[in-house]
């Protein structure tokens, strides 16, 4: 297959599970399954971007070979409006003759099933039940709480977890000499930084960024993934701690400007860096506890710009308060 148009991320996508990262225990069993050719219907949950579809489709890959096709049926479950398509397709695959004699059952992969409304699960579940013997599911969410019970209670659950920043940069790694990239110290840490364990996230900002230079820096990173630096942040937060409002006003001005960073954006961005900086335990504690409040506001609608700056005039004002 010509991979020079594909994205990065689907390029470089593990197609088998010695190749997935992270999710060890996970990896572990499902490999168990495909050499006993043999498993259980199962949810994987978690989080984005961190190997759900990537781990279905390299088990697919390692059990059924070349005769891959014929033997998986993927579905979205938000794009195929109702149960009723979904059933009947799965009606469909089910009946099908798969192609290769070795492994007894068929595949079907339901991604996104927290998408699926509750009466929609009730009706999969009967589905489900119906062709067990020749078909197995894996259903994908982020949202585990969103599958009913019943469902939940005929499947494997495995639970995905975010990719470590040494993960990210193991795989950052490989694709930047694959495509003959230069990647420095800070980009790497700033491609972690922005990505949080969302290895799909972190590919495509290393491909976002290569669209400017071979040599890829912190500053295109932060750039283009709409994030601070850390620095910069902590900055700002520091001069509203210190007194220097005005300041602290102005350095979000150019924040927002530059990086075109949300009100919600930047509130999230002073959560994250409540820990790094210098001011005693308390005054965290009230600071977590006005930057929840604010960003509810957010949520309610209220103004971006008052909202943010409101939270630096809190910020002042801890700072002013006497231990
Ligand atoms: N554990 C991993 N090991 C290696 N690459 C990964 C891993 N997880 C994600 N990736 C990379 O990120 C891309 C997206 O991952 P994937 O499609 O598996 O995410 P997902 O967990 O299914 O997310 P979503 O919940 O959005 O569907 C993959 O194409 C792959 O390049
Ligand atoms: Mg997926």
Wanted: aromatic residues 6%; proline residues 4%; glycine residues 6%.
């Amino acid at each position: 297959m010509e991979t020079d148009f594909l994205p990065w991320t689907e390029k470089y996508r593990p197609k088998s599970l010695s190749e997935v990262m992270g999710q060890e225990e996970t990896v572990k069993s499902l490999s168990a399954f495909v050499k006993a050719k043999n498993m259980p219907n199962m949810l994987f949950a978690g989080p984005p971007g961190i190997g759900k579809t990537t781990a279905t489709l390299a088990l697919a890959h390692d059990l059924y070979g070349k005769s891959l096709e014929g033997n998986l049926l993927e579905l979205n479950a938000s794009d195929e409006r109702g149960i009723n398509i979904v059933r009947g397709k799965i009606k469909d695959f089910a009946r099908s003759v798969s192609m290769g004699e070795k492994v007894p059952f068929k595949l079907i992969f339901l991604d996104e099933a927290d998408a699926l409304t509750p009466d929609a699960q009730h009706a999969l579940r009967r589905t489900m039940e119906m062709y067990s013997p020749v078909t197995r599911f894996i259903l994908s969410c982020n949202y585990s709480s969103k599958i009913i019970e019943p469902v939940q209670s005929r499947c494997a659950v495995f639970r995905f977890l975010p990719l470590t920043d040494s993960q990210v940069h193991r795989m950052i790694k490989h694709v930047a000499d694959k495509e003959g990239l230069d990647v420095d110290e800070g980009a790497e840490e700033a491609i972690a930084y922005v990505s949080q364990g969302d290895m799909r996230k972190a590919i495509n900002a290393l491909q976002g960024a290569a669209i400017h230079s071979k040599n890829i820096t912190e500053e295109i990173i932060y750039k283009i993934s709409s994030r601070a630096r850390p620095k910069e942040i902590r900055e700002m937060v520091d001069a509203a701690y210190g007194g220097n409002f005005l300041d602290s006003r102005k350095m979000l001005l150019d924040l927002s400007t530059q990086y075109g960073l949300s009100g919600s954006d930047i509130i999230l961005q002073v959560y994250r860096e409540v820990v790094n900086l210098e001011i005693p335990e308390k005054k965290k504690v009230a600071l977590v506890d006005r930057i929840g409040e604010y960003d509810f506001r957010l949520v309610e609608g209220a103004n971006e710009h008052i909202q943010v700056e409101a939270l630096l005039a809190q910020i002042m004002l801890l700072g002013m308060e006497r231990e």
